[in-house]
């Protein structure tokens, strides 16, 4: 599957199309929490090495209470729904965010997923929860200086604390509904992402679609500000990396 290694989606649009039918809010969670499971199960057809999910940003703590009750129980569900299947499929699953506002129950769920996989060589789920991509920066630095750092933090010091730094920088980033935004979602890890934009909301977004995505963007020449036809994306992304630090080092 070419050289999309890395694959991020902006899950957006459930509140939307649940309007359209004339249908609570909740709804469209609903229905978008099952699309979740399609989408997996694509990822690891296709042998994506890593799937990041934006389930629940920070800002999303401004909705409603109500919303936010269904979007915890739902979060619950697909865990329990889901449990098997990931394990069966070799995938190593595991949240990124702050899972403080979440119940005891489903924490340990958590908790349970993620050690039960956390040797499986497979798809590396992520699952961005009480997200921000500011804050993961943020976090980065901090955890960099508690370990009694003095030298200059670089960017590969950022790199090796963020949330799941195992997965690498981006390599395509989806978002559906429409808007045309990356919303606070991994922000140090989208910086050379390609960005593909779809008007299906998230409740609609299927396999075929997102295959057809994956097509599409494979045959993109991705160049990164310097490299000439025909490169292959790890020379890029190693020279556009080594000239950041020339310049950081001041040479």
């Given amino acids: 599957m070419s050289d999309i290694k890395h694959v991020a989606i902006i899950m957006d649009g459930n ?3 649940a309007k359209e039918r004339h249908r609570p809010r909740f709804w469209g969670h609903v229905k978008g929490s099952q699309v979740v ?3 997996v199960s694509t990822a690891v057809e296709k042998e994506i090495y890593a799937l990041t999910l934006y389930a629940f940003s920070t800002e999303n703590w401004s ?3 109500e919303e936010i009750t269904v979007l915890f129980k739902l979060l619950e569900k697909f ?8 394990i069966s499929n070799n995938v190593q699953f595991k949240i990124i965010g702050n899972i403080e506002g979440l ?3 489903t924490k340990k769920l958590i908790h349970d997923i993620q050690e039960e996989t956390k040797n499986c060589s497979g798809l590396k789920l992520s699952l961005a929860f009480s997200y921000g991509g500011r804050r993961e920066i943020v976090d980065a630095v901090n955890k960099y200086i508690s370990q009694k750092n003095n030298s200059p933090i670089t960017e590969e010091d950022i790199e090796n604390n963020l949330y799941r730094p195992e997965c690498g920088d981006v390599d395509l980033l989806i978002r559906t509904a ?3 935004r990356i919303s606070n979602f991994l922000l140090w890890q989208c910086s050379y992402a390609e960005l593909y934009f779809t008007d299906t909301k998230w409740p609609d ?3 075929q679609e ?3 995505i994956l097509d599409k963007v494979s045959y993109r020449e991705r160049r990164f500000g310097t490299i000439s036809k025909g490169a292959s994306i790890e020379d890029a992304k190693h020279l556009a990396k080594k000239h950041r630090e020339a310049i950081s080092n001041g040479s």
């Fill in 178 to 180: 429409g808007d045309h």
């Fill in 37 to 39: 499971s399609k989408i």
């Fill in 79 to 86: 865990l329990q729904r889901e449990r098997q299947k990931i």
């Fill in 63 to 65: 909705r409603p209470k």
């Fill in 15 to 17: 509140g939307r199309w």
């Fill in 205 to 207: 977004f299927g396999s």
């Fill in 103 to 105: 119940n005891q129950s």
């Fill in 210 to 212: 997102f295959g057809q």
